[in-house]
């Protein structure tokens, strides 16, 4: 994680010769736990977003003018189930969450968290939260500000991907 966090901050740093707009990281670490979940998962979490994790470190270091062009989207490829499995985690899922950080970034959360629904099935064997909104929408918008009107163009069907009423992605950034 370091030395990706290095390398980023490499090509961050030197943004006026590279012109870096989109970079795609990996954190190897193992996300994909199905038991014991949470002894797994917080010494990751901690690497990643702790007082001297990766990020933290990361954004201390960089200029003024690049924190201020810096966007992170944290999500993986996979969601998780409602419940525990017996073993203290969960299988693989249809819905996830996404984390978008970032100084030009309006914070809150877009779209409900956990749909009381959802709740209601929490008794169901190996059910999955449900996926309501197309992460086009939100790399869409993302795209959206790197480069105005390219959202479009980048995700063609996000207007047909589904999305939660009332859900508005347009002002996620100032």
């Not at 979940?37 to 990361?58: C, K, S, V």
């Not at 970032?102 to 996926?131: K, N």
Request: some cysteine; charged content about 20%; proline content about 4%.
């Amino acid at each position: 994680l370091a030395l990706v966090a290095r390398n980023l901050y490499d090509a961050l740093f030197m943004h006026d010769v590279l012109d870096t707009r989109i970079a795609s990281l990996e954190y190897g670490a193992n996300w994909d736990t199905h038991d014991a979940q949470r002894a797994e998962i917080e010494p990751n979490l901690a690497n990643l977003f702790g007082r001297d994790g990766a990020l933290a470190a990361l954004y201390a270091a960089l200029p003024t003018d690049a924190r201020a062009q810096l966007t992170l989207l944290i999500g993986g490829e996979f969601g998780r189930q409602l419940a525990d499995n017996g073993g203290r985690g969960t299988d693989h899922g249809e819905g996830t969450v996404m984390i978008v950080i970032g100084e030009q970034v309006r914070g809150g959360v877009y779209g409900t968290m956990f749909p009381e629904e959802e709740l209601d099935r929490l008794h169901e064997p190996s059910a999955d939260i449900h996926g309501v909104n197309g992460i086009e929408h939100l790399f869409g918008a993302i795209c959206d500000w790197v480069q105005p009107g390219a959202g479009n163009v980048v995700f063609p069907r996000r207007a047909s991907a589904p999305l939660e009423a009332g859900v508005d992605l347009g002002g996620i950034f100032a």
